[in-house]
């Protein structure tokens, strides 16, 4: 029997942990049960690359050096999830390894930038009868004191105090009731009351206190790589602070479907909700009202956008039958929900509202983004392209909305790519190059001085877009060069290395090689092969195109002329396209802070239909031919 | 500074638990730490002597004799209330440290002596038209499949199948949603639905199942001192399995007042409720629910009435305002929860609803033994008596109510009583004396040859009549001989002894003393000056009186003469007591199984007037005069 051996795992900051690996686990999984967070977005199966360690002492078994160069395999890295210890081991692990999940990023929207773009947002809702209306509201209430002659207990003399002010028939949420005796007191009978007025007119009491609250609440966009959420002020609409973290449940997967197959084994489910509810929501959501000085119980209502898979993970609800024929889910509407059913850190009786998802593959984050980049738009006929982990492709307007999801992968978001990460600092968002040298000028999110530690999709799009206009690959994605920064492996491998081991965060080279050039190919030509289909069934030409919206957290920006020119998007007027950025947290936003901005975007997804991608006889063939830089019917993209 | 001890328990059945005693700690307070439920009804202040333990081995300081005979003393028991370790210690511990608290009775009420008692109240209430409508029901559902051409998701599906059947509007529970896909597979689209039907006519699926299962509610008691619950099938009414135990905040204190002190203590609001949802009423649920093969997640409803302290600690609402003037509580009414919120083991999305209080000594076990005891019987004015930790009584009838709290203690519950015990296995509850020799014959609760622990509330009536009919007390409720069984320590205290140590439990002489009988006396005065208040505030005679009912869990019944003989109640014929039993179950029961009664709970609560006892100029005249055998005014019993 093969006994249990010790790792210690060793990290760039002097960390030292010691974990047990159980007979049989591999590093990578041993380093999980330790509860470090080393990334693996293929799940373990030895596809992706990033869970690469170094073996500094100590005997492995398994395949570990798959994936890796000649030159990574000489200095001792391995796969994390293709070795297992023969031994006791010594590993350390680089910051990279944490590159592709880390970045929590808290933005005070308050003032600055960022509240300025915002304010447009909310300018169009008021101006479309949006206005903050949430059912939810702050009354200042005074109750009499209570009386030896009638003794009257508390809750009842505050619902006296209700109903002369309007309010009843009123119930008291079980946190506001606990609290009730001590405020009374405190307060000499006047305190301040956060009600919820159904459409019914029934008044639900949230919460007392002694001094008037903030009433805050919370939009969320849940995606598959990243999460976002943004605080609010319910009374105004004012946007208090946002943040993003990458999506804890990156370990069991980078996409939707390992994800699906990791929920339906023992434990599975669960497991996924915590990850998602536990080591990412609540540590965001702490973290974005520390910034502004409020707590996660004062957070009175929720609204979240994600598509089918989270929204089923959120929610706990067996997403089993998502992947499988004839991929019908467990619901499209979640139905309301309330924050301690949720498990999120929001008051107990705060509404969960969730965006409707309107297929398997086309969920919330889609219809609150259709609405939010349709918003006061021209109702012509449309193209919203969402570039998230997969992408989904709405066509359409007033008259008609035709939607489907194309399995781009995860390469706009990092995923798939040797050094891609997802849109958070030490990302390259942006790259030009000198088109004789090839020289790169690197544009990277964080502080000045920031050294680039990986990828995110603008940056991508820029790099093959440059690349591919100097000539340095061919329309195949190959290199058409050696020289340089252009360099072949052992295998004959190419690659172009965008930044020299010095240079970097964690002192390896920076780059781009040929099996990444394939998987964004496969990505871009996804999304035009898409794109194709969805003007095909509506039966109209890529000219009646009026606009064309670009949602996704691929970085600081798109870069429209260089996703035209590898033949991602349709070669049109570049003033028709539009990046509108994370359009599901817009739209989850809308849906909070506006009653009728959710019924709306309920309403929406009604009338969208869905277009299965995988059932439609044209699909492959369109992929196949987009497949090519930029496709290989060079007549689409000014006749190249 | 003092070090920490090792305290060694080692119990009668040979299990030993060491714990340490942190510096300063008593005996007590180191075994409740080491969950070892020692009980002290008095909560460790050194006044009820039931945490005696016997020290085998090591040193310790403080009044460890109090309370204690000589000759107790010399054979090394202590109190473990005041007893602190100077050394390592070995105690041994009696099983009788654990009678006040122990003995969790299950009953099968599906057939049986108990289901044809429990049965008349059903058809009384049939009779008075509260048929079982409780708004939960089961329906049989037929769900189209799953259809690649328009993949409706599941639970839209399941809407569409209610809205067939008449079910509209209609949400899903969380558990329902959540088993949703799995339920509808195995059942090939034929499934049952548990739904709520409310009063607006919307509907609430709360839970799904392939076969037709059970739907289950669950009317409870919650005593201070005994918890007793009943399951009962919510479609036809029938009682299924009913159960008690003790509640496990008893080691907080016996009474109220203790308890409520404890929770405004760091903690001592979560601390008492977790005592009672998980020390106490969680496991007898998961044992009345094993008995009849059902699961606790299949109760829909619950039904709990309990006085006003236990109400507000089960909701965990702040109860410290209690027993401050005015003394007005935190609420009347509750409102209604859900399982969930409770933490009770129970359908998440289950109603919890409590029964109305109406001061904050006269509470949900009232109103709803009130409505139950006046059910369909003459509405003439008659008393309602319960006999609970405090006595609780109320006068009047279909024209008036009027309620109060007579401070009687817990001696009819075995609380202030040297051998008392609550009516479980191995207590007393019928007590008859050859009036020469006084040698008794006892009726002990349990399997035939089950040997006396203790004495519960009808055994101790039973008792003292016998003793002041015999002329063995005198009005003072002093021993006026001394031979056979009545003895008199060193000290002079004069006592009877009930059982002999080689007849009992754990060995040792049950013996009745003065102390005890003080105890009683005060208890039985103030339940008699408590209804002399009320029929001078109602200004009716005794004589008016058409009924007296008498409530509480003191025991298999009442001796009515004797407690009649000992002043306890009044003076009239014995045609018109009844003994009723546990009137807060029944009348819990009866709002679990029709929502009709539920409101009619309500209604007759909110026609309750309250008396406080306390500020009533006539009451502590009254009660000094009836703290004697039986009064100091013999003409009010036969001229005695």
Not at 26 to 31: F, I
Not at 360 to 382: E, K, N, Q
Not at 462 to 472: E, K, R, S, T
Request: aromatic content about 6%; some cysteine.
């Amino acid at each position: 029997m093969t006994q249990a051996y010790t790792i210690t795992y060793t990290f760039a900051d002097g960390a030292v942990i010691q974990a047990p690996a159980q007979p049989g686990r591999t590093v990578l999984q041993a380093a999980w049960a330790a509860r470090i967070a080393l990334d693996a977005p293929c799940a373990g199966n030895g596809t992706c690359g990033k869970c690469k360690v170094r073996l500094r002492s100590g005997e492995t078994v398994g395949e570990r050096g798959r994936l890796l160069s000649q030159a990574e395999r000489e200095e001792g890295w391995m796969l994390a999830c293709a070795s297992r210890p023969a031994s006791d081991l010594v590993v350390s692990v680089p910051a990279a390894a944490f590159k592709y999940k880390s970045g929590l990023r808290i933005t005070d929207l308050r003032a600055g930038r960022e509240k300025e773009a915002f304010d447009g947002f909310r300018r169009t809702l008021v101006s479309l009868g949006y206005q903050p209306d949430s059912g939810i509201s702050l009354r200042e209430l005074a109750v009499s004191p209570p009386a030896a002659e009638t003794p009257t207990a508390d809750r009842e003399r505050l619902l006296e105090a209700l109903a002369a002010a309007g309010l009843s028939p009123a119930r008291l949420s079980l946190p506001a009731l606990r609290g009730l005796p001590l405020v009374l007191r405190e307060a000499a009978g006047r305190l301040w009351a956060v009600v919820r007025t159904e459409l019914t007119g029934a008044v639900t009491v949230l919460a007392l206190s002694t001094g008037r609250p903030v009433v805050c609440g919370l939009a969320v966009d849940i995606g598959t790589t990243s999460v976002s959420a943004l605080l609010a002020d319910l009374e105004t609409g004012e946007p208090l602070a946002a943040g993003s973290a990458a999506n804890a449940q990156i370990r069991y997967g980078a996409d939707v479907i390992n994800r699906i197959i990791e929920s339906t084994r023992p434990d599975g489910l669960s497991g996924l909700r915590s990850a998602l509810i536990n080591e990412c929501l609540t540590p965001l959501i702490g973290d974005i009202c520390a910034a502004c000085g409020v707590e996660p119980a004062q957070i009175y209502r929720v609204a979240a956008a994600g598509n089918t898979a989270m929204t089923h993970l959120l929610a706990g609800v067996w997403a089993g039958y998502i992947r499988l024929e004839p991929y019908v889910p467990a619901f499209f509407q979640l139905g309301e929900l309330r924050g301690a059913e949720t498990g999120l850190p929001v008051a107990a009786d705060a509404e969960v509202a969730t965006a409707p998802c309107i297929g398997s593959y086309v969920g919330g984050d889609i219809t609150a983004g259709v609405f939010a980049a349709l918003l006061g738009r021209p109702r012509g006929c449309s193209l919203f392209i969402d570039l998230g982990t997969n992408g989904e492709i709405v066509l359409g307007g007033s008259d008609f909305l035709l939607a489907c999801a194309c399995s781009a992968g995860p390469a706009f978001e990092g995923g798939e790519i040797g050094c891609g990460m997802r849109a958070a600092n030490g990302a390259i968002e942006a790259v030009s190059l000198d088109p004789v040298s090839l020289t790169p000028a690197l544009t990277v999110i964080g502080p000045a001085g920031t050294r680039p530690a990986g990828i995110c999709g603008s940056g991508l799009i820029d790099l093959v877009a440059a690349l591919f206009a100097a000539g340095a690959i061919n329309a195949k994605g190959r290199f058409a060069r050696e020289d340089g920064r252009i360099r072949r492996d052992a295998a004959g491998l190419g690659s172009y290395v965008l930044a020299w081991g010095p240079e970097t965060e964690d002192g390896r080279d920076l780059e781009i090689s040929e099996a990444d050039l394939d998987n964004f190919i496969r990505a871009k030509g996804a999304v035009f092969a898409a794109v194709r289909c969805l003007l095909a069934v509506a039966d109209c030409a890529v000219t009646d195109l009026q606009a064309v919206y670009i949602a996704g957290g691929i970085g600081g920006g798109i870069n429209i002329a260089g996703a035209v020119s590898v033949g991602m998007l349709p070669d049109l007027p570049l003033a028709i396209f539009s990046y509108l950025g994370n359009t599901s947290l817009l739209g989850a936003y809308a849906m909070l802070i506006s009653d009728r901005a959710e019924r709306d975007v309920r309403e929406l997804s009604g009338g969208m239909t869905y277009l299965e991608l995988s059932a439609h006889p044209g699909y492959m063939d369109e992929f196949v031919a987009a497949c090519f830089l930029p496709h290989t019917d060079g007549s689409f993209f000014g006749g190249l």
